[in-house]
């Protein structure tokens, strides 16, 4: 499910665990374009098929541990474990019971008063997924991502939240040189990219916007139609690695996190956020729990009510105030020292695991 360059997956755990262990990284193709550290594997075909080739990997003899991402793989590194006797890690990084309970569309949730399946759906399916992580939390080792996941299980669990790759931030800079906003993150009406791009239409004339991130090509040509006629000098760059992307941020003016008031994201902490701040660019988000939470008193922050492009609008006016600017750069190695990524902490957990587990 993740792509292979998941930042959690690739940039921050497996270089993490390539410290102490020889990592093999499996991933749907093309692969991980940066395969320093790593020996990568690229599962190949639909789901059930690299779901196979993912089970032949894990049942190597030069396996120790298996740690996986997608909840799709339980099943297969279950047999893993049970075949093998190895310890398998299951690392949640995204609400699982909101999940079950949307729509196959990412973009809506799945509600009554749309078909009697979603309906269904919305209602059975965290339920279900409640149980089912109750069941797997006996057999596997279970890390969060977030502390609010913990929710869904009986069991205390380590949190590994997703923070920075400290050593991968630009330093911080008071002057912009290309200017304009930047949105960094997975292109969706979700994510409230065309709120942004109508926000910045009417809150910020003549200035650019840059987007980050995967975009289905039929958003991406939706988008361009749009912003020609509002006279948006709109980029869409697409997928960049993360040093890249976050280079491109650094010298934007304005950052945003429009986030929709959607159930995936309403207790969740966007990472961009932290990353937006952690090189001194002032931020717009959505004034959703989870990201007021923990950045809402954050120097250089702007929370606006998600979904309303006038007030985006003038909150992306009030980002581009030169003080602004000036407190999000002071306030930027406070954030680095707090919000950096786990790396001894991810370390010692694995090894506690390793220890913990019988010879195969």
């Not at 569309?105 to 509600?111: D, F, G, I, K, L």
């Not at 205390?156 to 911080?172: F, K, R, Y």
Request: aromatic share 4%.
């Amino acid at each position: 499910m993740h792509p292979p360059d998941d930042p959690r997956i690739r940039y921050k755990t497996a270089a993490s665990l390539a410290k102490d262990v020889a990592v093999r990284l499996a991933t749907r193709a093309p692969g991980p374009s940066d395969t320093w550290g790593i020996d990568p594997v690229v599962l190949r075909g639909s789901r059930p098929r690299r779901a196979i080739a993912a089970l032949r990997e894990m049942l190597r003899g030069d396996v120790d541990l298996v740690s996986i991402h997608d909840p799709e793989l339980l099943p297969v590194a279950l047999v893993a474990r049970l075949l093998r006797r190895i310890p398998v890690v299951f690392d949640v990084h995204e609400d699982l019971p909101v999940r079950a309970g949307l729509s196959r569309r990412v973009t809506e949730p799945a509600t009554g008063g749309r078909s009697p399946a979603t309906a269904v759906r919305a209602r059975v399916g965290p339920w279900l997924t409640r149980r089912l992580l109750h069941m797997v939390e006996r057999w596997v080792v279970v890390t969060l991502a977030e502390e609010g996941y913990a929710r869904d299980f009986r069991r205390a669990h380590p949190v590994l939240p997703n923070h920075l790759l400290v050593d991968v931030l630009p330093s911080p800079t008071r002057s912009t040189t290309e200017g304009g906003v930047v949105y960094l993150g997975d292109v969706t009406t979700a994510r409230g990219v065309v709120v942004l791009l109508d926000a910045v239409a009417s809150g910020l004339p003549g200035r650019p916007l840059h987007l980050i991130g995967r975009c289905a090509p039929d958003l991406a040509d939706t988008l361009r139609r749009r912003a020609d006629a509002l006279g948006v000098a709109l980029e869409v760059h697409g997928w960049m690695a993360l040093p890249d992307a976050l280079r491109r941020v650094a010298v934007a003016e304005v950052a945003a996190c429009p986030l929709t008031d959607h159930p995936a994201y309403r207790r969740s902490l966007p990472t961009k956020v932290l990353e937006y701040l952690a090189v001194g660019v002032p931020v717009v988000a959505s004034n959703l729990p989870g990201t007021a939470e923990v950045v809402g008193r954050l120097p250089g922050v702007v929370l606006v009510p998600p979904g309303h492009v006038d007030q985006l609008a003038r909150g992306l006016a009030t980002a581009t105030d030169p003080a602004l600017r000036e407190a999000a750069v002071r306030g930027a190695d406070a954030v680095r020292e707090r919000f950096g990524w786990p790396d001894e902490r991810i370390r010692q957990v694995y090894r506690d695991v390793l220890a913990a587990s019988p010879e195969p």
